[in-house]
């Protein structure tokens, strides 16, 4: 059972945009800007999009963008691309006074 | 640029210990913490542990019963150990580097598909 939720499938057609949410609580989410997301390409291991709930590391492409509210984060993927069709997940700090990570249960991003 | 290649036994029996082993090249071992995470067929991913440098470890609530992680600075490797598998340890399980600052993994090994069965 993962700690964070995200929708289990999302879809788009090419060229249009689409938002993943990630939600947790106040002491996850809430509490911290350490929210990060990952695509996972199938057979392939998850490569990091996005850190620190906004950045992108170098030679991801600006299509890609994070952004956070309250307790729920969330990942837009512009332009949508074909090879965009992957699982993406989200990440957090496991929350306050404690150490580690806890992951969403993934979003599989359908490109239609 | 850093990358990770890992190995280990992939077929386990009940009881067992799961022993994998992660080795880094091209950058310093002393500039990251080194982590190892699990991806069961078909589910999400789990975080599993990490370790500094100098060896100091820290553990899912999860599994710290049974998980042990170290390091060898003088080979660039870490490893992960996990006592007492079951079919439910059956998994992809990955190292990568941990940034311990902002939380997040940047690089990722190629994964160890690890199964459990009798």
């Known amino acids: 059972q993962s700690v964070l939720t995200q929708p289990p499938s999302a879809s788009g057609s090419p060229g249009q945009s689409v938002t993943i949410s990630c939600t947790g609580l106040s002491f996850d989410v809430g509490a911290y800007d350490y929210v990060s997301w990952y695509q996972q390409l199938p057979g392939k291991a998850p490569k990091l999009l996005i850190y620190d709930v906004t950045k992108r590391p170098s030679g991801v492409p600006d299509r890609f963008s994070g952004s956070k509210s309250d307790n729920t984060a969330s990942l837009t993927v512009s332009g949508l691309h074909y090879d965009d069709e992957a699982d993406y997940y989200c990440?957090?700090?496991?929350?306050?006074?404690?150490?580690?990570?806890?992951f969403g249960g993934g979003t599989k991003l359908t490109v239609l | 640029q850093v990358q990770l290649q890992q190995w280990g036994a992939g077929l386990l029996k009940p009881s067992e210990t799961l022993s994998l082993t992660c080795t880094v090249y091209g950058g310093s071992f002393k500039n990251y913490y080194w982590s190892w995470l699990r991806q069961p067929p078909g589910k999400g991913l789990d975080w599993i542990g990490d370790?500094?440098?100098?060896?100091?470890?820290n553990y899912n609530p999860s599994l710290q019963s049974r998980v042990a992680i170290s390091v060898d600075p003088s080979k660039n490797q870490f490893s992960l150990k996990l006592q007492s598998v079951t079919a439910a340890d059956t998994a992809v399980y990955y190292c990568?580097?941990?940034?311990?600052?902002?939380?997040?993994?940047?690089?990722w090994g190629q994964g160890t598909l690890v199964t459990v069965s009798s």
């Open positions: 990440a957090s700090h496991r929350g306050v006074n404690t150490f580690g990570v806890i």
């Open positions: 990568a580097t941990f940034d311990n600052i902002n939380y997040y993994f940047d690089l």
């Open positions: 370790v500094t440098h100098r060896g100091r470890a």
